[in-house]
């Protein structure tokens, strides 16, 4: 069974200060690995996804994550914090015949 | 164009009520989902649907029941409403199991 661990569910930083959102997976196969961010009051977006290829992998709004297959990690960065940064943001793995599972999710906080 | 759509926004009853959810995507995807994301913004995955066929069903009261009369529609009929069943409630849908999820904006449900 595949499983997500993201570690801290509250994260606050400074504005213009480094973002890092921990993620740390199981899984028995090659995984699938994803990271949602969740505004107030809405539903999940895709901010980037890992399948194969690169391992660090470029989504939007200037977020970033590397797969570490030795360290079974998917930590998400973005260099400079924004004030719209703030949100709700999730991990999640699946793989052949797995659908996806969700961490418990992060809130980030932006502090000007 | 809403790639996924739900409606009601916003849903308000009394306990013992019978409500639906409807949900509508227009991605072509085979796979739809029901998710439920609790106070604590836990996401339950809830029902998944392949082709109009029920492929994950969870541990959910059978209350709950989903129905998809094709593949780009999956609804959510509740029986009975409980106060427990208070929660955001969202629609998703993929191309396959495995591959990323979009979501819909959610359907608020307050159970009184």
């Known amino acids: 069974a595949q499983s997500v661990t993201q570690l801290g569910s509250h994260v606050s930083v400074s504005e213009g200060a480094l973002v890092l959102l921990r993620c740390n997976y199981s899984?028995?196969?090659?995984?699938?690995l994803f990271w949602y961010v969740q505004y107030p009051n809405q539903g999940l977006q895709l901010l980037l996804k890992?399948?194969?290829?690169?391992?660090l992998v470029k989504g939007i709004n200037g977020f970033e994550a590397e797969f570490k297959k030795s360290e079974t990690s998917f930590h998400l960065t973005k260099p400079s914090a924004h004030m719209s940064d703030a949100a709700e943001y999730f991990c999640?793995?699946?793989?052949?015949?797995?659908?996806?599972?969700f961490g418990k999710g992060t809130r980030l906080s932006v502090i000007a | 164009d809403t790639a996924v759509s739900q409606t009601p926004k916003y849903l308000v009853t009394q306990m013992g009520n019978d409500k639906s959810i409807k949900c509508e995507q227009n991605l072509g995807h085979d796979t739809m989902y029901w998710y439920k994301q609790d106070s604590k913004k836990f996401l339950k995955i809830m029902f998944s649907?392949?082709?109009?066929?029920?492929?994950i069903n969870e541990t959910v009261p059978n209350r709950f029941s989903p129905k998809s009369p094709d593949k780009a529609h999956l609804n959510l009929h509740i029986n009975s409403l409980e106060l427990g069943d208070s929660a955001v409630y969202f629609c998703?849908?993929?191309?396959?199991?495995?591959?990323?999820?979009?979501f819909g904006p959610g359907t608020r449900l307050t159970v009184t």
């Open positions: 999640a793995v699946s793989g052949p015949s797995t659908p996806l599972v």
């Open positions: 998703a849908s993929s191309q396959e199991s495995i591959y990323e999820q979009y």
């Open positions: 649907y392949n082709n109009k066929e029920l492929i």
């Open positions: 899984s028995s196969v090659p995984p699938y």
């Open positions: 890992y399948t194969t290829g690169a391992t």
